[in-house]
């Protein structure tokens, strides 16, 4: 029996967003959006995952962002300056027959006097109430091309509004949303923090536990496993498919099949992260399956470390966003020209760019509702400068393929990330996922309580 997804509740409630602070989101989106514009932002649909099984819902993160609604089927609409309310969230009615089907819905009333709305109205009525709310403005701002049913709908409210009185006065203008929405997104706010601090706590709990079961002979899966029961039995879900890939599969970036066996002497790259109330965490750990780094894994491991970690220092304010990921390339060229995966100095495999070869990557971006966050890396063709509330990753990586002929044979198969969830504050940075050990020989003596 499929159930319809609930108010945030249970034991994480108190560290959910204040219905105060969606409202002060929305009052700064009016503002920057202006008192002649409309915002309408609708919901995720339902998604079907095969025949009449849906995927488990996942609300839109603009949406989420905006209202904490967690349905689909509504649309919410911002109008500045609306006399009888500005937020008005078009819903689904409360209904005892589709309840006892699919479990207790908000309804319109609820969205009112629990979820902070000015007006709600049922979904059903919308085609007959918005293109009225919306005759006159100059402006409608939304997320035009992402969802198609979507679009036709709001093309209907425009040919209705023409109809309007024989003729309304139709906004002129359609305007895409996320530049105003997605620059307020990347400033986390303390309430957002201490979730995000929460999510990175779940994820830490997880790569622990998936550390202290995988042992040679067992499976990818099983792991993967052992890492989704973490999370679930703390009230959260996968932020997004967990990465679990012994030995050479570490070199395939995003690995997902998660099939093979862990053999004895390989290195287990796991990248996995919790979500929270919608909140993402994002952590990435390379270590041993039998509980000790063989030589050239720890060559390579201790220059991903020192790369991290010397990206992670240029995470503050005032410096670009790229000053990591340039930090991180220097000294992971540093590296492999001392250890000979590269030939030549360091200053000119980085100018001809034979670095990428073995570290392909960017090193981070950002985090937030989404792991692959909301907001612009760079402003008037510059690199966007860190401010206080940002969040980002910082994940180095070297990876070298089994198959590759330019090096030693000992080094083929070998893929390291290192992966942080990093906060920038008022005079500097804090890890977020600080609680799992990256020190290879913490690493190893974790393993060893084994």
């Known amino acids: 029996m499929r159930r319809r997804p609930q108010p945030p509740h249970g034991r994480h409630r108190a560290l959910s967003i204040a219905v105060a602070e969606f409202a002060r989101r929305r009052r700064q989106l009016m503002q920057m959006a202006g008192e002649d514009a409309a915002i309408l932002v609708a919901a995720a649909p339902e998604r079907l995952r095969n025949a009449d099984v849906a995927w488990p819902y996942r609300q839109d993160s603009d949406f989420h962002y905006l209202t904490g609604f967690p349905e689909p089927d509504a649309v919410l609409a911002l109008l500045p300056g609306r006399r009888h309310g500005e937020a008005v969230l078009f819903c689904r009615e409360r209904d005892p027959g589709r309840e006892r089907w699919h479990g207790e819905a908000v309804g319109t009333e609820r969205a009112v006097t629990a979820c902070g709305m000015d007006d709600a109205f049922p979904i059903d009525d919308i085609d007959d109430i918005l293109p009225g709310m919306i005759e006159g403005r100059a402006r409608v701002y939304c997320h035009f091309g992402r969802e198609p049913a979507f679009d036709a709908q709001l093309m209907g409210w425009m040919r209705r509004l023409r109809q309007l009185r024989g003729g309304g006065v139709e906004p002129k203008e359609f305007v895409a949303l996320g530049h105003l929405l997605h620059d307020l997104r990347l400033y986390k706010s303390r309430d957002e923090l201490r979730l995000m601090r929460a999510a990175a706590g779940i994820a830490a709990e997880a790569h622990l536990a998936a550390m202290r079961m995988a042992l040679p002979g067992r499976h990818e899966y099983e792991v993967e496993a052992e890492l989704r029961y973490a999370i679930r039995r703390r009230g959260a879900v996968p932020a997004f498919p967990p990465i679990v890939a012994g030995g050479a599969n570490a070199c395939t970036m995003h690995y997902t099949a998660n099939r093979a066996p862990l053999a004895d002497g390989d290195l287990l790259l796991i990248d996995a992260g919790a979500e929270l109330d919608c909140y993402a965490s994002d952590i990435s750990r390379t270590f041993p399956v039998n509980g000790r780094y063989g030589r050239e894994q720890r060559a390579l491991y201790e220059v991903v470390l020192a790369a991290q970690l010397a990206a992670i220092d240029e995470v503050k304010p005032g410096r670009p966003f790229d000053a990591a990921h340039h930090a991180a390339v220097r000294v992971v060229a540093e590296g492999l020209c001392a250890l000979g995966l ?59 393929p089994p198959d590759e002929r330019g090096v030693a044979e000992r080094w083929r198969g070998i893929g390291i990330r290192i992966e942080d969830d990093v906060a920038v504050t008022r005079d500097g940075h804090e890890v977020l996922s600080a609680g799992v050990p990256k020190d290879p020989g913490e690493i190893e003596a974790l393993l060893a309580g084994r």
């Open 342 to 400: 590269l030939e030549g100095d360091t200053d000119t495999a980085i100018a001809e760019g034979r670095h990428r070869h073995f570290f392909p990557g960017k090193t981070g971006h950002w985090l937030g509702l989404d792991v692959h966050d909301a907001g612009d890396y760079r402003v008037d063709g510059e690199p966007r400068v860190l401010e206080p509330g940002m969040v980002v990753t910082v994940e180095p990586g070297i990876y070298v």
